[in-house]
């Protein structure tokens, strides 16, 4: 059985950081194109930046190009968003996801709130 889980939400204030893990158990992180994803309250759910397993690239959003990195840890089967300089807006719902071909798996998400 495949299982993603998200940890490092939390509460910051504006300006702060914090660190998001995804860990995975059934499958091995670097055969998938690993995302993040986020959905505030009332809101439809958004990609936030993705690593590909091909060759590592990297995407950004625009709302968070600059502030957000995302990493792989191959010893640790686990993806990363660092993310600097939050904002109030940046506060959602941020969820981990698996993909490959018709593969698609989703974590159970990590709540993170940025007060200004």
């Known amino acids: 059985e495949v299982q993603l889980v998200e940890s490092g939400g939390g509460l910051v204030q504006a300006g702060g950081s914090l660190r998001l893990s995804c860990a995975a158990s059934?499958?091995?992180?670097?055969?998938?194109?690993i995302a993040w994803f986020r959905q505030a309250p009332g809101k439809e759910r958004k990609g936030v930046s993705r690593?590909?397993?091909?060759?590592?690239?990297?995407y950004y959003a625009d709302s968070v190009k600059g502030r957000f990195t995302i990493s792989r840890d191959f010893a640790k089967n686990t993806v990363n968003l660092q993310m600097n300089s939050l904002k109030p807006e940046d506060t959602a719902v941020y969820y981990c996801?698996?993909?490959?071909?018709?593969?698609?798996?989703w974590g159970q998400g990590t709540q993170v709130t940025v007060s200004s």
């Open positions: 996801n698996a993909r490959r071909e018709l593969f698609d798996s």
């Open positions: 059934g499958i091995t992180f670097d055969n998938y194109n």
């Open positions: 690593i590909s397993s091909s060759d590592g690239s990297t």
